[in-house]
């Protein structure tokens, strides 16, 4: 896959509506749970940040939220900001090819996400973690998003 020239033209891998399925990731305090999802990433005007919604079941609890997500020149990083039913939160973030493999990698103060895109581009495979006691990441998520 090769990458676009400019970090806007890159989010284009995004773009789309995608199904995401997985489970989260079992814990002493509560049994694994599945993740059913759809992802829509959209541009906005200008092309150059685009609009994520989200519409999620974690097991049995929604969760609806919307991000924006933009070049920070300045950051010479990705950065986004979600609001949604389960909180608040931002990322900086990362979308480059490593060993001929597009990889999105973003990250929070409190939990962080790695997927790798198939050959194709259709397919994103992806783990979320979680920091624990301010010192430890632990496993949260493993999910895979479909472009429909």
């Known amino acids: 896959m090769t990458p676009p020239r400019t970090e806007h033209e890159r989010l284009e891998a995004l773009v789309g509506r995608w199904r995401t399925e ?5 814990t002493a305090g509560a049994p694994a749970a599945r993740v059913e999802a759809v992802d829509v990433y959209e541009w906005l005007p200008g092309r150059l940040a685009l609009l994520h919604t989200v519409d999620a079941h974690v097991g049995e609890e929604r ?13 010479r990083a990705y950065v986004t900001q979600y609001f949604g039913t389960d909180g608040p939160n931002s990322y900086e973030a990362s979308l480059v090819e490593e060993d001929g493999v597009l990889v999105w990698s973003m990250r ?8 790798t895109f198939s050959d194709d581009g259709n397919t994103i495979i992806g783990q979320w973690g979680h920091l624990v006691d301010d010192e ?4 949260w998520m493993t999910i895979t998003l479909t472009k429909l």
């Open 22 to 26: 997985g489970w989260t990731s079992e």
């Open 136 to 139: 430890k990441w632990q496993p």
């Open 63 to 75: 969760i609806e939220g919307a991000e924006i997500v933009g070049w920070d020149p300045a950051r």
């Open 108 to 115: 929070s103060r409190v939990d962080r996400f790695i997927g």
